[in-house]
């Protein structure tokens, strides 16, 4: 099932991962190097909606994207927000989180906040051509289900 934040966020072309009831996607602005968004694909637009198999199969979707950022980015800390200010889905951004700057596809990527948390209006501009680097190489070390 596709729902409307998972459109906000550029599903498909977005896409790291898909599993039975959560996507993984990269969010279109990087506020750190590897800024991802974890939607759920039901209609479910408060937590407490998101039935129990659903909430069983995040420990491996975190597992799984944990592993990834920590393989090819090394992050430091990473941040889960559930804001639903604006999208009403259920989703979480996922902010890998770094205490030095991140080199990546000719981009320099710093933590403007670290150690604090994260401003979302701090965006690193980012061509698409280093966004589907991006995508490409998180997607390529993703581990098969």
């Known amino acids: 099932m596709v729902n409307a934040t998972m459109m906000k966020f550029n599903y498909p072309d977005s896409l790291l991962h898909e599993y039975e009831n959560w996507v993984v996607l990269l969010r279109p602005e990087q506020v750190t190097a590897g800024s991802m968004v974890l939607v759920c694909k039901l209609e479910a637009t408060a937590l407490p909606e998101v039935p129990p198999n659903a909430f069983a199969e995040l420990s491996k979707v975190t597992s799984d994207l944990e592993g990834v950022l920590r393989k090819v980015l090394a992050y430091d800390k990473i941040n889960y927000l559930l804001l639903m200010m604006v999208d009403k889905h259920v989703h979480f951004h996922i902010l890998p989180r770094y205490s030095t700057s991140r080199d990546i596809f ?16 701090k965006v690193v501009d980012i061509t698409d051509e280093q966004y589907k680097q991006s995508l490409a190489q ?6 098969s289900s």
């Open 138 to 143: 998180l997607k390529d070390n993703w581990p």
């Open 106 to 121: 000719g981009v320099t990527f710093v933590d403007a906040s670290w150690p604090k948390p994260p401003d979302l209006s």
